[in-house]
């Protein structure tokens, strides 16, 4: 049986205006390249999304993942729009493109990747997330909670064919190491790694050996580039997307979506140096312009049939997250009082990358030794 491979390659190629939102010309010209592609049937099916300031190619084909044909696909889609971006000097152009020609492979180069290669089952809903604002950290706890905690996910303990937990992979993004561990047996230690976020990031939750689905086929699959890592320098963040299949011996789609109705705080607003409640949106409202926030998530729901996109359904525009939204202007309210100090600024170690130091530079020769 042949398998789909749905990939999300996202780079910010140019905000409008400021770092706030996508101008429509990119949107067109993204559209525009993957339809060529679909046309001469290099790839099966696609959805340009955005969130913000980032542009989100959400791609359908059979080439599995770290597919150089489909990888190349994207990094000239952005190189096009950056052209464009370019010409109306829209913020930061090609800020996320990082090398000056295409080697092989997106990662490392600059734009985020999710992607899962995938036996589809008989009714395949699936959730593409984009966030802007943040990092891939952000992902930590709502991941945890749809497929570790019965409180969010019923079927954890409801579900027979849930009951026997998950496989979590989890990053090191600071020593390039991974992972894996079992829920519920090793819930705690789970924990004890992605509560510290600054360091550890689930990557990939995959279904547990013996169970209703093919082990080596994720159920979720986060972009975890950590730009700041990649240049040595703050050039803007590493806004991550992700992928969560849904039903039938996984979350349900509102077990999914659920775990959002917390919003949670995360790392990356304003100037990737702040802390803040992360709001779900309908895409047309992922538009940061509160101190370029506060971060957003858009989640795009999609039925795969085939490998067609059937979709999306923009779901986070429901209006039961009427009160998430509320409550995460609450809290970004909060927040903003504390003004310059900690925990709304990131600590100095996730700051390391940014600016700071070259202020802390200029005091250098003033600090005194005190007895
Ligand atoms: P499935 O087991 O078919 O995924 O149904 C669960 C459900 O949707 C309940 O909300
Ligand atoms: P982006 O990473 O979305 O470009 O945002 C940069 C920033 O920090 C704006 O305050
Ligand atoms: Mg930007
Ligand atoms: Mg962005």
Redesign the pocket.
Known sequence: MTKTTISIIKA?VG?FPG?SSMHPKLMEKANEQLKISKDKKEITDFYVGKCG?DLDLIISHNKGVDSSDIHGLAWDTFVKCTEIAKELKL??AG?DLLADSFSGNVKGMGPGVAEMEITERKSEPLVCFLMDKTDPSAFNLPVYKMFADPFNTAGLSIDPSMIAGFKFEVYDIYNNKRVFLNTPEELHELLALVGSKSKYVIKRVYPKKGGKYPEDEPAAVVSTDKLSLIAGEYV?KDDPVAIVRAQSGLPALGEVLEAFAFPHLVSGWMRGSHCGPMMPVAMEDATPTRFDGPPRVVALGFQIANGKLVGPVDLFKDKAFDLTRQKASEIADYMRRHGPFEPHRLAPSEMEYTTLPKVLEKLKGRFEKVA
């Open positions: 910010d905000g770092h300031d913020y930061g800020q803007g």
